[in-house]
């Protein structure tokens, strides 16, 4: 069976500086990698997704994930971070049966 | 577009009761999730519908928790007795197929407490 890691429970960066928020997996097959946002009292929202193709990925609101396939990794990244992106962000992986499953979460906190 | 709707967003049950979840989909999506989120955790998976039919249910405690989503568009989830390790968000997602690569969208969830 998949399995995501996320080996981070809180990111701390200063608003205007890069971020990233690391996820790695393991899955049977080429991968469906995704990563959702989830606010306060509200149900994630997707980001972005890797289906096939060029190894960068964009998103909404300016986020960007980088897939490498030799790491088994899926990092999320952001050029300069808003206070806004303050969140919990979920990372998650599908294989070919359809079968998805989350990473536990890491807590982003953009300090002004 | 309607996002997915659920109801109720709050619900506290002492242990033993019974309770009901309401989902209605993004309008056109085939495949209905439910899941569980405990605090400090990502979301479970409980079962997976697709259409009116069950495509995983793999991780439902079927003694206690059952689910239903006829006509193919609005489900029900339902605990029956809680335990107060079944204190969660309820998380309802939809998506337009369970093949592929197809982003699911989640409605905003039910928080459980079960006291």
């Known amino acids: 069976a998949q399995s995501v890691a996320q080996p981070e429970d809180q990111v701390n960066v200063a608003e205007g500086n890069p971020l990233t928020v690391k996820c790695t997996y393991s899955?049977?097959?080429?991968?469906?990698l995704f990563w959702y946002v989830q606010y306060p009292n509200r149900g994630l929202q997707f980001l972005l997704k890797?289906?096939?193709?060029?190894?960068l990925v964009k998103g909404s609101y300016g986020f960007e994930a980088e897939f490498n396939k030799s790491q088994t990794s899926f990092h999320l990244k952001k050029p300069s971070a808003l206070v806004s992106d303050s969140a919990l962000y979920f990372c998650?992986?599908?294989?070919?049966?359809?079968?998805?499953?989350f990473g536990a979460g890491t807590r982003l906190t953009v300090k002004p | 577009e309607a996002g997915v709707a659920q109801s109720p967003r709050y619900k506290i049950i002492e242990k033993r009761q019974s309770v009901a979840f309401w989902c209605n989909p993004i309008?056109?999506?085939?495949?209905l999730y439910w899941y569980q989120q405990i605090l400090g955790q990502g979301p479970k998976l409980l079962i997976q519908?697709?259409?009116?039919?069950?495509?995983?249910d793999s991780q439902l405690p079927k003694d206690r928790f059952s689910a239903e989503r006829l006509k193919g568009v609005d489900s029900t989830l339902k605990i029956q007795p809680a335990k107060l390790e079944d204190s969660a968000v309820y998380l309802c997602?939809?998506?337009?197929?369970?093949?592929?690569?197809?982003?699911?969208?989640f409605g905003p969830g039910t928080r459980l407490t079960v006291t």
């Open positions: 890797y289906i096939t193709g060029d190894n």
């Open positions: 998650a992986v599908k294989n070919n049966n359809n079968d998805m499953r």
């Open positions: 899955v049977s097959g080429n991968p469906y």
């Open positions: 309008s056109g999506h085939a495949t």
């Open positions: 997602a939809s998506s337009r197929s369970g093949q592929g690569a197809y982003e699911q969208y």
């Open positions: 519908f697709q259409n009116n039919g069950v495509v995983d």
